[in-house]
């Protein structure tokens, strides 16, 4: 148990509860639920808590569950798993991160079917494939099986308390707690931890999502999901990796449901409006395998010739296969199943698909925190795994569960070391306490809606949003980067008026530093590196020469600093090149 101290009020509009903890996890989603689990595993005596800003039974990517397990090895190598990885994503990736993923992956798909995800069988027994590293699983209860183990496991989880700061102590070089609040109690909790891992996924709604009004939060990735982790982690110091890599999905239009279920599961046809199969036409043509880039690239293509909208063409369906495919999205995205079943005596024929609004991600793009090996970020006590972490694309949910294998044993390693015995720095406590209430105290009407409207719109018309085909160019992007330097500014004012309004106000103001680094990243790289994730018009093709390498940033006194880092071991910095 984590040990809780007696609550006091000091001068402050809420009251302020003190706890201890040898690990603290933010963010009880798939990677920090596994986190949690494996480190009360190995050492049941250590206090470990996690800190959730929903609840971990339904929170996060996995909440609606899941259909299947995109990285898992099977017979291959994990040196397949990065050459695999490596060209997907145009040469730019971290071996050493990878091949740790890979090393594990099998493992963490039987840490999944032993929570009790049913997951159905060949007739040998072995796990049934929709892609080569793809196996089919039967997740919608993923996510309370997760929960439940967490709580057997004997962690403690405090659920809706997002975090809002983290502190430091020996003067900044050390993460040794944080400081968030309790959305329901109206509490600030204040934890001192030995040591910390982030696990709060990436971000969503940073650019404008293409449901407007009340569905403006059917995005593809978690819309809840707003990078808090990473503000947290930029304002503390970490070095972040490769924003410019923005993630899109290509998916379903309107209801925006992953299309692998449609295209892996059940093998269905992508077709311009003219009924060609224009992605197979292409591999033919190209003679070789389309990366997922070029996919989403050559359905944009497709609009752009005329020959719009594309979809996936369910006509060799018949009622037996009509119903698994609905039997599969009630595994992963129930809302289509509406839009399936809307006339069940005429089965839809085709699904249109479209390019989602750009993520930060790394899962499955590679933006987030810069890490070693061990998922150590650059900044002592404080760790990162997940979609939080970049530089090892291609983790999905199974990858995720490694790196939380990876950090916890770190973690103790680290600790067994004597090196987490940090108190916290005064001064940066009670200027985090001050920091978490101060939408509260902000007299302003401006709302955190104001602020998410004005970001989406400048990164959406002037950082390569979905209507701009995902384009940028360095003169838009020198005018989105002004832009929210005032908006940031102003975002200062936002106000709040009771928990769910303070954390969505803390949202808003992480979504716009995330953004303003993005902007840093998607100057620097002056080409075109990955097609629709970062195309700069002008820069419209690769170059190896100047730009095979990772782009990070941290901040420094307030502003955003660059760093180059060779794209090849053992990844050492170059700072001031850019
Ligand atoms: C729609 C969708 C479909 C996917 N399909 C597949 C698939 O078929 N197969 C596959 O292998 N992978 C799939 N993935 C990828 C996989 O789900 C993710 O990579 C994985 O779940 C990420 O885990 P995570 O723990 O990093 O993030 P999450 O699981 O999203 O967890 C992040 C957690 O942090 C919490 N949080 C956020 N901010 C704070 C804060 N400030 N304080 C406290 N808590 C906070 C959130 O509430 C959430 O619980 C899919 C992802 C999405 C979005």
Same mark, same amino acid.
């Given at each position: 148990?984590?040990?809780?101290?007696?609550?006091?009020?000091?001068?402050? &509009?809420? &009251?302020?509860? =003190?706890i201890r903890a040898d690990l603290v996890i933010i963010g009880g989603g798939a990677a920090g639920c596994a986190a949690a689990i494996f480190?009360?595993?190995?050492?049941?005596?250590?206090?470990?808590?996690?800190?959730?800003?929903?609840?971990?039974?339904?929170?996060? #990517?996995?909440?609606?569950?899941?259909?299947?397990?995109? +990285?898992?090895?099977?017979?291959?190598?994990?040196?397949?798993?990065?050459?695999?990885?490596?060209?997907?994503?145009?040469?730019?990736?971290?071996?050493?991160?990878?091949?740790?993923?890979?090393?594990?992956?099998?493992?963490?798909?039987?840490?999944?079917?032993?929570?009790?995800?049913?997951f159905p069988r060949d007739s040998n027994g072995r796990y049934c494939k929709r892609s080569p590293r793809s196996i089919i699983m039967l997740?919608?209860?993923?996510?309370?099986?997760?929960?439940?183990?967490?709580?057997?496991?004997?962690?403690?989880?405090?659920?809706?308390?997002?975090?809002?700061?983290?502190? $430091?102590?020996?003067?900044?070089?050390?993460? #040794?707690?944080?400081?968030?609040?309790?959305?329901?109690?109206?509490?600030?909790?204040?934890?001192?931890?030995?040591?910390?891992?982030?696990?709060?996924?990436?971000?969503?709604?940073?650019?404008?999502?293409?449901?407007?009004?009340?569905?403006?939060?059917?995005?593809?990735?978690?819309?809840?999901?707003?990078?808090?982790?990473?503000?947290?982690?930029? =304002?503390?110091?970490?070095?972040?990796?490769?924003?410019?890599?923005?993630?899109?999905?290509?998916?379903?239009?309107?209801?925006?449901?992953?299309?692998?279920?449609?295209?892996?599961?059940?093998?269905?046809?992508?077709?311009?409006?003219?009924?060609?199969?224009?992605?197979?036409?292409?591999?033919?043509?190209?003679?070789? =395998?389309?990366?997922?880039?070029?996919?989403?690239?050559?359905?944009?293509?497709?609009?752009?010739?005329? +020959?719009?909208?594309?979809?996936?063409?369910?006509?060799?369906?018949?009622?037996?296969?009509?119903?698994?495919?609905?039997?599969?999205?009630?595994?992963?995205?129930?809302?289509?199943?509406?839009?399936?079943?809307?006339?069940?005596?005429? &089965?839809? $024929? =085709?699904?249109?698909?479209?390019?989602?609004?750009?993520?930060?991600?790394?899962?499955?793009?590679?933006?987030?925190?810069?890490?070693?090996?061990?998922?150590?970020?650059?900044?002592?006590?404080?760790?990162?795994?997940?979609?939080?972490?970049?530089?090892?694309?291609?983790?999905?949910?199974?990858?995720?569960?490694?790196?939380?294998?990876?950090?916890?044993?770190?973690?103790?390693?680290?600790?067994?070391?004597?090196?987490?015995?940090?108190?916290?720095?005064?001064?940066?406590?009670?200027?985090?306490?001050?920091?978490?209430?101060?939408?509260?105290?902000?007299?302003?009407?401006?709302?955190?809606?104001?602020?998410?409207?004005?970001?989406?719109?400048?990164?959406?018309?002037?950082?390569?949003?979905?209507?701009?085909?995902?384009?940028?160019?360095?003169?838009?992007?020198?005018?989105?980067?002004?832009?929210?330097?005032?908006?940031?500014?102003?975002?200062?004012?936002?106000?709040?008026?009771?928990?769910?309004?303070?954390?969505?106000?803390?949202? +808003?103001?992480?979504r716009v530093l995330l953004a303003r680094v993005l902007v840093e990243h998607l100057l620097a790289r002056c080409e075109t590196r990955w097609?629709?994730?970062?195309?700069?018009?002008?820069?419209?093709?690769?170059?190896?020469?100047?730009?095979?390498?990772?782009?990070?940033?941290?901040?420094?006194?307030?502003?955003?600093?660059?760093?180059?880092?060779?794209?090849?071991?053992?990844?050492?910095?170059?700072?001031?090149?850019?």
């Amino acid at each position: 148990m984590a040990h809780f101290e007696k609550k006091f009020q000091i001068d402050l &509009p809420w &009251p302020v509860r =003190r706890i201890r903890a040898d690990l603290v996890i933010i963010g009880g989603g798939a990677a920090g639920c596994a986190a949690a689990i494996f480190a009360k595993h190995r050492r049941p005596e250590l206090s470990v808590l996690v800190l959730e800003k929903a609840h971990i039974s339904r929170s996060g #990517c996995l909440a609606m569950g899941l259909n299947a397990i995109n +990285a898992y090895l099977g017979e291959s190598s994990p040196q397949d798993y990065l050459a695999y990885v490596k060209r997907d994503n145009y040469g730019i990736c971290r071996d050493d991160l990878v091949l740790s993923i890979g090393e594990r992956l099998n493992r963490m798909v039987a840490f999944i079917e032993g929570l009790g995800v049913p997951f159905p069988r060949d007739s040998n027994g072995r796990y049934c494939k929709r892609s080569p590293r793809s196996i089919i699983m039967l997740g919608e209860h993923i996510k309370p099986l997760l929960a439940r183990a967490v709580l057997k496991s004997g962690a403690t989880v405090l659920n809706r308390t997002p975090a809002v700061r983290l502190l $430091t102590g020996d003067n900044g070089a050390r993460v #040794c707690g944080v400081v968030g609040f309790n959305m329901r109690s109206h509490e600030i909790v204040v934890i001192h931890a030995g040591a910390i891992i982030v696990a709060t996924g990436g971000a969503s709604g940073i650019y404008r999502p293409s449901n407007p009004g009340l569905a403006r939060t059917k995005t593809w990735y978690c819309p809840y999901n707003a990078g808090s982790g990473l503000a947290m982690g930029i =304002r503390a110091g970490a070095e972040v990796t490769s924003f410019e890599m923005r993630f899109v999905a290509l998916r379903t239009k309107d209801v925006i449901a992953p299309t692998g279920t449609l295209a892996l599961n059940m093998k269905l046809p992508h077709r311009n409006a003219r009924g060609e199969p224009y992605l197979l036409l292409k591999e033919q043509i190209l003679g070789r =395998r389309l990366t997922t880039a070029e996919r989403l690239l050559f359905t944009l293509e497709e609009h752009q010739r005329g +020959a719009g909208p594309c979809y996936i063409d369910l006509s060799s369906l018949d009622k037996e296969g009509y119903r698994r495919l609905i039997e599969n999205y009630l595994n992963m995205a129930p809302s289509i199943v509406l839009d399936l079943l809307q006339d069940p005596a005429h &089965p839809k $024929t =085709r699904i249109e698909i479209c390019g989602s609004e750009p993520y930060i991600n790394g899962g499955h793009g590679m933006a987030g925190f810069l890490v070693d090996t061990g998922r150590r970020s650059n900044l002592a006590g404080l760790y990162a795994i997940g979609d939080a972490a970049g530089g090892a694309p291609k983790k999905y949910v199974s990858g995720c569960c490694a790196e939380a294998d990876i950090a916890v044993t770190s973690f103790l390693q680290d600790y067994s070391m004597g090196d987490t015995l940090v108190s916290c720095d005064a001064a940066s406590e009670s200027l985090a306490i001050q920091q978490t209430l101060k939408p509260l105290m902000n007299s302003s009407e401006l709302t955190f809606t104001d602020i998410e409207d004005r970001l989406q719109k400048i990164m959406e018309e002037y950082a390569g949003g979905s209507t701009q085909n995902y384009e940028c160019s360095g003169d838009k992007l020198l005018f989105a980067r002004s832009s929210l330097e005032t908006l940031a500014e102003h975002a200062e004012e936002v106000g709040a008026v009771d928990g769910h309004t303070l954390s969505r106000a803390h949202d +808003a103001l992480d979504r716009v530093l995330l953004a303003r680094v993005l902007v840093e990243h998607l100057l620097a790289r002056c080409e075109t590196r990955w097609p629709c994730y970062q195309s700069r018009v002008d820069f419209p093709v690769s170059n190896d020469l100047e730009y095979r390498l990772f782009i990070n940033s941290c901040m420094r006194n307030g502003r955003i600093s660059l760093i180059k880092r060779d794209v090849t071991p053992p990844y050492q910095i170059k700072e001031g090149q850019i």
